[in-house]
């Protein structure tokens, strides 16, 4: 991704703004993850956070919210289970699905990931002006509905041939098309964010 310098701000999409945000969080999120007992890779916390978010959830669903294919999620699933962070149980109304749960193992993690997640952002926001923390709050709180209504929606994860949207386009065609999409089931997730 270019720095954000070399693009004239009349000129960049805010996805090219919030894309070097989201890097910049990624290393500043990562600081400490190490130490959470056990370690695991980001695949496997976002996994788990997800898991965690949509309990029952399938391995297909899993696979579409992550981007993932069914091959790698079921493996990822495999060393997770083996980890002792989740559990996989047959579908009381499908006997062909496999429902995903965490493990209190699984829970304690997180607990630990959103602790050391809590004190690298407190220090970051510690330096933020009371005004730029407000409109960060709104702008991520908009982020974040806009994400729930896409993961509603099961659109697909975008690949390499996706194209940035003129700013504003796909909320308009949406609204147009009247697509009535409703939250995504939320719980700890949300609390933190």
């Known amino acids: 991704m270019p720095p954000l310098d070399d693009l004239p701000v009349t000129e960049a999409h805010p996805s090219v703004t919030t894309g070097a945000v989201a890097e910049l969080l990624e290393v500043l999120l990562a600081r400490g993850q190490d130490t959470t007992t056990p370690a695991i890779s980001?695949?496997?916390?976002?996994?788990?956070?997800?898991v965690e978010q949509s309990e029952g959830i399938n391995l297909r669903t899993l696979g579409a919210m992550l981007g993932s294919r069914p091959p790698s999620v079921t493996r990822l699933c495999d060393r997770?289970?083996?980890?002792?962070?989740?559990?996989?149980?047959?579908?009381?109304?499908?006997?062909?699905?496999?429902?995903?749960?965490?493990?209190?193992?699984?829970?304690?993690?997180l607990d630990e990931y959103r602790a050391i997640r809590l004190r690298e952002?407190?220090?970051?926001?510690?330096?933020?002006e009371p005004a730029a923390i407000e409109?960060?709050?709104?702008?991520?709180t908009?982020?974040?509905?806009?994400?729930?209504?896409?993961?509603?929606?099961?659109?697909?994860?975008?690949g390499p041939e996706a194209t940035v949207a003129p700013h504003g386009?796909?909320?308009?065609?949406?609204?147009?098309?009247?697509?009535?999409?409703?939250?995504?089931?939320?719980?700890?997730?949300?609390d933190t964010a």
Do not use: C, H, K
């Open 42 to 50: 980001p695949s496997q916390l976002r996994a788990l956070l997800v």
């Open 80 to 109: 997770m289970e083996a980890m002792g962070l989740l559990t996989r149980s047959r579908s009381r109304t499908s006997g062909r699905e496999v429902e995903l749960y965490p493990t209190r193992q699984g829970r304690a993690l």
């Open 121 to 128: 952002l407190a220090a970051v926001l510690d330096l933020m």
């Open 135 to 140: 409109a960060l709050i709104v702008g991520l």
């Open 142 to 158: 908009g982020l974040r509905q806009a994400a729930e209504n896409l993961f509603a929606a099961g659109a697909p994860a975008a």
């Open 169 to 190: 386009a796909a909320a308009r065609e949406s609204t147009t098309r009247g697509a009535g999409v409703g939250p995504l089931r939320t719980s700890r997730l949300s």
